[in-house]
């Protein structure tokens, strides 16, 4: 029998005479898995718990780590969603996802119902947005996140998981991985302060609402990967979501200050 995983399939071969081949590669499926999430871990804690040099580079050198391992350890192009079928598809919903959020955003800026949610403090001016969109957004976090998740997470879970358990798994990793950087959530956002307040009990409620809220994220993310088979789309919208959000901010400030 071959002793290679089938790509994407949770259900190893099993001829006559190799239980013990199966097993073993069962049991190093599950073992990268752990390594991954471990390697996630560490991370997210160096990445917002060490020194402000580490907080930038942490992420994307962890991804290509990420990457690389699990590139030895057998997992294809395709499995990482890096594979050239694909770009195509996932260049068209990239573009679909990024249309869409834009349109949101938009209108979520313009409604003075929702305008107080997008005036976080770090993008209060147009210059820091533009550099926080362009520049530090899609290469500190939405290309090594996605890498990351959908891409080494996503690859590595599918070989001991159905979509469903994939989905779920990666969602909720997905969400815990914010818990850090939502610590000083509502302090910084005036919207989010009125409505949790201030002190401990605003913290743990920002934090839960963000865990929550990214969590969905990743759903929407994993799903947009599995559909399009490229990375493409998830890190579009991620991009879109957080890059968007950042010149919105900027823009609904700025109106605030001039008005």
Same mark, same amino acid.
């Given at each position: 029998?071959s002793t290679?995983?089938?790509?994407?399939?949770p259900h190893? !071969?099993?001829s006559?005479?190799s239980p013990?081949?199966?097993?073993?590669?069962?049991?190093?499926?599950?073992?990268?898995?752990?390594?991954v999430?471990?390697?996630?871990?560490?991370?997210?804690?160096i990445?917002? &718990?060490?020194?402000?040099?580490a907080?930038?580079? #942490?992420? /994307?050198?962890?991804?290509?780590v990420?990457?690389?391992?699990?590139?030895?350890?057998g997992?294809?192009?395709e499995?990482?969603?890096?594979?050239?079928?694909?770009?195509?598809?996932?260049a068209?919903?990239a573009?679909?996802?990024?249309?869409?959020?834009?349109?949101?955003? #938009?209108i979520?800026?313009?409604? /003075?119902?929702?305008?107080?949610?997008?005036m976080?403090?770090?993008y209060?001016?147009? !210059?820091?947005?533009l550099?926080?969109?362009?520049?530090?957004i899609?290469?500190?976090?939405?290309? /090594?996140e996605?890498?990351?998740?959908?891409?080494?997470?996503h690859?590595?879970l599918?070989?001991?998981?159905?979509?469903?358990g994939?989905?779920?798994?990666?969602?909720?990793l997905?969400?815990? +991985?914010?818990?850090a950087?939502?610590?000083?959530?509502?302090?910084?956002?005036?919207?989010?302060?009125?409505?949790?307040?201030?002190g401990?009990?605003?913290?743990?409620?920002?934090?839960?609402?963000?865990?929550?809220?990214?969590?969905? #994220?990743g &759903?929407?993310f994993?799903?947009l990967?599995r559909? !399009?088979g490229?990375?493409?789309? /998830?890190?579009?919208?991620h +991009?879109?979501?957080?890059?968007a959000?950042?010149?919105?901010?900027?823009?609904?400030w700025? #109106?605030?200050?001039?008005?």
């Amino acid at each position: 029998m071959s002793t290679r995983l089938a790509s994407g399939n949770p259900h190893f !071969s099993r001829s006559k005479g190799s239980p013990v081949l199966t097993t073993t590669k069962s049991t190093g499926a599950f073992v990268d898995v752990a390594v991954v999430v471990v390697v996630l871990v560490c991370t997210n804690l160096i990445a917002h &718990f060490t020194t402000v040099w580490a907080s930038l580079g #942490a992420v /994307p050198v962890a991804a290509l780590v990420l990457v690389a391992l699990t590139r030895r350890r057998g997992l294809g192009w395709e499995e990482l969603g890096l594979g050239r079928r694909q770009l195509r598809t996932g260049a068209l919903y990239a573009l679909g996802a990024v249309g869409l959020v834009v349109s949101v955003v #938009a209108i979520g800026a313009a409604l /003075p119902m929702t305008r107080p949610m997008f005036m976080a403090d770090r993008y209060a001016t147009i !210059s820091g947005a533009l550099i926080a969109s362009m520049i530090v957004i899609p290469l500190q976090t939405a290309i /090594p996140e996605e890498l990351a998740f959908r891409g080494v997470l996503h690859g590595t879970l599918s070989r001991v998981y159905s979509f469903r358990g994939v989905a779920m798994a990666g969602s909720l990793l997905f969400g815990l +991985w914010h818990i850090a950087s939502s610590l000083g959530l509502t302090a910084s956002n005036r919207g989010l302060s009125s409505i949790f307040g201030g002190g401990t009990t605003g913290q743990v409620a920002g934090i839960g609402c963000a865990v929550v809220a990214t969590a969905a #994220a990743g &759903f929407v993310f994993t799903w947009l990967r599995r559909r !399009s088979g490229s990375l493409l789309a /998830p890190i579009a919208l991620h +991009w879109s979501l957080n890059g968007a959000g950042a010149l919105a901010a900027a823009v609904v400030w700025h #109106a605030s200050v001039t008005s």
